[in-house]
């Protein structure tokens, strides 16, 4: 079955950095585009970052983030990552990654991982 298993998460200043990780199993991990997601508290589950899948990955990036964050992925590993530089206490929220319609941005898989929870705090 389908697991997603994100980390990395975590309490860091204003201006610091964090990566995060998703490792997944259970489904064609290189042919889908992989994304990440955040959640406020109070707020709707928003995309921030998705990279394409196949050969010559390509990233898109929510406004909001453009500049700071990165998106990467290790086919070989089915592995996701997001380097998220320049935090603000904006950026505080749970963070999942999930497979991604490239087009509408909606996921693709019918499951969510518990999600890694970061806040940026002095």
């Known amino acids: 079955q389908v697991q997603l298993v994100e980390s990395g998460g975590g309490l860091v200043q204003p201006g610091g950095s964090l990566r995060l990780s998703c490792a997944t199993s259970?489904?064609?991990?290189?042919?889908?585009?992989m994304g990440w997601y955040r959640q406020a508290p109070g707020k709707e589950r928003e995309l921030v970052a998705t990279?394409?899948?196949?050969?010559?990955?390509?990233?898109k990036y929510a406004d909001s983030v453009k500049g700071r964050f990165t998106i990467s992925r290790d086919n070989a590993k089915k592995t996701v990552y997001l380097q998220m530089n320049s935090l603000k206490p904006e950026d505080t929220a749970v963070y999942y990654c999930?497979?991604?319609?490239?087009?509408?941005?909606?996921?693709?898989?019918?499951?969510w991982g518990q999600g890694t929870h970061v806040t940026v705090s002095s």
């Open positions: 990279i394409s899948g196949g050969i010559g990955a390509i990233a």
């Open positions: 259970g489904f064609i991990f290189s042919i889908n585009a």
């Open positions: 999930n497979a991604v319609n490239w087009n509408s941005g909606t996921s693709t898989l019918n499951y």
